[in-house]
């Protein structure tokens, strides 16, 4: 009989820790046991996997016995406080969180881009944010033929990122609006509803966000290219699920739009949609539940001399974090 895995997921009933649980189904990833974790409220709930209904169990120091690997999606103080009792447990994790991501010590993996990373780990593996994963996907063909040297982004990131409560909100104040009434905003510091909001995680003392500076910090430290300069501006939309990227990139040497749209429809995890007289390039709701990110609008830059234009949606549930950490398991145990 092939190997089985004994999987943890931690945060089994939020918004990432469902979508993990239904890709280790749909990919036949070898589970022995899969053991779902979440906070004390929802302990004795069920989760349904490989048509069997598991009960959910509060997570506490002692959760990881006998358990090969651990997905953890339950917010970055839950990773930094439990991670290590998994560790010490001899539990392999694989963080969705911020937490450990820009720790030396611990891989950041998108395995399309550093899938060797994965196995340098001391236990602990992160997985990018969300905007970064799908960037890093799209970038890396172009980065490999003709290096970049600065990345312009502005994203429209959907409240899905934001977790459960966040998708709650969105239709709630929709439906509200809809009905002449204003509900005021908590999950958001503003109302999400008809809105775009440049804010998303907290204000550092540059100015940037929280959420800005992780792309910069992520999309060097995976590339593995600390001279790429990059800048970012997130803003969040009311869209349900995937997340949207305008992509402005400087390359070291001039490279066509054409050659671009060659060397994405031959790379891994991308689908190049981009047929501008038809109407056709990546919308959220069509790339919704897919795996691979979709670009198109792609573009030369006629601002500069080696520049690429672009637009990139992704699932931010799937290869923004779900996806990409099975990603990594499967990389784990191939
Ligand atoms: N959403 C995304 O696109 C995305 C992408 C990348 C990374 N992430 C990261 O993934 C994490 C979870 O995000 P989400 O969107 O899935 O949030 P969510 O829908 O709000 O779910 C949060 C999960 O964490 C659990 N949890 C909360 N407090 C806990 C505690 N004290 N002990 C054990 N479990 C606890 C919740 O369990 P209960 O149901 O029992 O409260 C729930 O299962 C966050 O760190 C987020 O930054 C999210």
Not at 200 to 222: L, P, Q
Not at 256 to 283: F, I, T
Request: hydrophobic residues 40%; aromatic residues 6%; glycine residues 6%.
């Amino acid at each position: 009989m092939s190997t089985q895995y004994n999987i943890a997921v931690v945060g089994a009933t939020g918004v990432v820790g469902q979508e993990l649980i239904k890709i280790l189904e749909e990919r036949k990833v070898p589970v022995g046991e899969l053991r779902p974790l979440a906070s004390a409220r929802s302990a004795g709930k069920t989760v349904k996997f490989n048509d069997t209904h598991i009960e959910v169990q509060e997570l506490t120091p002692d959760s990881f016995n006998g358990i090969d690997y651990a997905l953890f999606s339950a917010g970055g103080a839950i990773s930094e406080e439990f991670c290590p009792h998994a560790v010490k447990a001899g539990t392999v994790c694989i963080d969705n969180t911020s937490h450990f991501r820009m720790d030396p010590t611990v891989p950041l993996v998108v395995p399309e881009v550093n899938a060797a990373d994965a196995h340098k780990h001391n236990g602990i593996i992160a997985n990018p944010n969300c905007s970064t994963a799908q960037l890093v996907v799209a970038l890396k063909p172009i980065y490999d033929e003709v290096g970049i040297a600065r990345l312009v982004i502005s994203t429209y990131q959907s409240v899905s990122g934001a977790g459960n409560e966040a998708i709650f909100e969105l239709e709630e104040q929709s439906r509200a609006l809809l009905n002449g009434q204003e509900l005021a905003p908590e999950q958001f510091p503003h109302p999400i509803a008809f809105n775009a909001i440049p804010h998303i995680d907290k204000f550092t003392e540059n100015g940037y966000t929280k959420e800005e500076m992780k792309m910069v910090g992520e999309t060097k430290k995976i590339m593995g290219d600390d001279t790429i300069a990059v800048t970012a501006t997130c803003v969040r939309i009311p869209v349900f699920i995937c997340h949207s990227e305008s992509v402005n990139i400087k390359t070291r040497k001039k490279i066509s739009a054409a050659r671009v749209r060659e060397l994405l429809q031959a790379a891994p995890g991308v689908e190049v949609v981009d047929d501008v007289a038809n109407n056709v390039y990546p919308l959220p709701r069509a790339v919704s539940g897919k795996n691979d990110v979709q670009v198109g609008r792609i573009r030369d830059d006629i601002s500069q001399e080696n520049g690429i234009e672009l637009w990139c949606v992704g699932d931010n549930l799937r290869k923004g974090a779900a996806l990409n950490a099975i990603q990594i398991l499967e990389e784990l145990i191939k």
